[in-house]
């Protein structure tokens, strides 16, 4: 049980949550009962409205506040080293407390107690109620709702999230001389087309290149070389804010071409200019810079 001689009780959250679930009003209300004042801080990223981050300040507030009233509720922003992100979150409890008031923080064992390194002490409390903040949002995102408040909620979070572009990766497929070069055609488009797709999370452009040359083609590449950056003006993204920017790479492989993903035929072609004629619109100005490119080389 805590001792009521605690003047401040400081906890510590993002609580990215629609509504606080059991184990933060567990942690929340162990700590507003043993304590004279409780202090809550709410943890902020430097990414608003991202998908581990979606509420900013205000939305936590608010829905602490309803529980609490009459707890202080302030944000701390996250920093680059823990211990920069300490030495601001004494200097802000140092700024609510009175001159002889003591301080106590309190955290569960997955909470910010490992990463404090301040002058406070520090009490762990033991979790007696569990819930999944990242479960919770992940079943929000599998349903809509029918209100206008929910409607609203929808348009503000797109409206503050940061503008793209969207990042993608092509892919020119050669033989070992370069002579011809390999190109994929959709199944409801008449032209062909680079292989490529999406940068994926945590991949890099090489990476991207040799997973979709595998995925579309079913190639491995060797010898793999940049061109450079393009804008495509893609019809999807037309009346969008986001647009798509994508890094042109060629290379050999290896391997017996075969269609896959939304591939749907393969075909060589002589890599001489006039090849464009057969290339969709978005990939043409890739295809006459490429053949610049090998022109000069």
């Given at each position: 049980?805590?001792?009521k001689?605690?003047?401040?009780?400081?906890?510590?959250?993002?609580?990215?949550?629609?509504?606080?679930?059991?184990?933060h009003?567990a942690?929340l209300?162990?700590?507003?009962?043993?304590v004279?004042r409780?202090?809550?801080?709410?943890?902020?990223?430097?990414?608003?409205c991202?998908?581990?981050n979606?509420?900013?300040?205000m939305?936590?507030?608010?829905?602490?506040?309803?529980?609490?009233p009459?707890?202080?509720?302030?944000?701390?922003?996250?920093?680059?080293?823990?211990?920069?992100?300490?030495?601001?979150?004494?200097?802000?409890?140092?700024?609510?407390?009175g001159?002889r008031?003591?301080?106590?923080?309190?955290g569960?064992r997955?909470?910010?107690?490992?990463?404090?390194?301040?002058?406070?002490?520090?009490?762990?409390?033991?979790?007696?109620?569990?819930?999944?903040?990242s479960?919770?949002?992940?079943?929000?995102?599998?349903?809509?709702?029918?209100?206008r408040?929910?409607?609203?909620g929808?348009?503000?979070?797109?409206?503050?999230?940061?503008?793209?572009?969207?990042?993608?990766?092509?892919s020119?497929l050669f033989?070992?001389?370069?002579?011809?070069?390999?190109?994929?055609r959709?199944?409801?488009e008449?032209?062909?087309?680079?292989?490529?797709g999406?940068?994926?999370?945590?991949?890099?452009?090489?990476?991207?290149?040799?997973?979709?040359?595998m995925?579309?083609?079913?190639?491995?590449?060797?010898?793999?070389k940049y061109?450079?950056?393009?804008?495509?003006?893609?019809?999807r993204?037309?009346?969008?804010?986001?647009?798509?920017?994508?890094?042109?790479?060629?290379?050999?492989?290896?391997?017996?071409?075969?269609?896959?993903d939304?591939?749907?035929?393969?075909?060589?072609?002589?890599?001489?200019?006039?090849?464009?004629?057969?290339?969709?619109?978005?990939?043409?100005?890739m295809?006459?810079?490429l053949?610049?490119?090998?022109d000069?080389e």
């Open positions: 049980m805590l001792k001689q605690i003047d401040n009780g400081v906890i510590i959250g993002r609580f990215q949550v629609d509504t606080l679930h059991e184990g009003k942690l209300d162990s700590v507003a009962d043993s004279g409780l202090i809550i801080f709410v943890g902020l990223s430097p990414n608003k991202t998908k581990n979606p509420l900013d300040f939305s936590v507030r608010s829905m602490l506040q309803e529980h609490y009459d707890a202080v509720i302030q944000y701390i922003k996250d920093t680059q080293s823990n211990k920069q992100w300490s030495e601001v979150l004494d200097s802000q409890i140092e700024a609510l407390i001159p008031q003591n301080v106590m923080l309190f569960s997955d909470s910010f107690i490992p990463y404090y390194s301040g002058k406070y002490p520090v009490e762990e409390l033991v979790q007696q109620s569990f819930a999944s903040g479960q919770i949002r992940r079943d929000l995102a599998a349903r809509s709702r029918n209100s408040d929910w409607r609203a929808v348009i503000w979070a797109m409206q503050n999230q940061w503008d793209g572009p969207e990042v993608c990766i092509d020119a033989n070992d001389d370069f002579t011809r070069i390999l190109l994929g959709k199944k409801d008449t032209l062909f087309r680079l292989i490529g999406f940068v994926e999370n945590k991949e890099t452009f090489e990476t991207a290149v040799a997973r979709e040359s995925e579309e083609a079913n190639v491995v590449v060797k010898n793999t061109v450079g950056s393009f804008f495509i003006d893609d019809w993204k037309r009346g969008e804010v986001d647009k798509i920017t994508t890094a042109l790479y060629y290379s050999t492989f290896e391997g017996k071409p075969t269609p896959g939304d591939i749907y035929e393969l075909r060589w072609f002589d890599f001489e200019y006039g090849i464009e004629e057969f290339v969709v619109l978005n990939h043409k100005e295809i006459i810079a053949l610049k490119h090998l000069n």
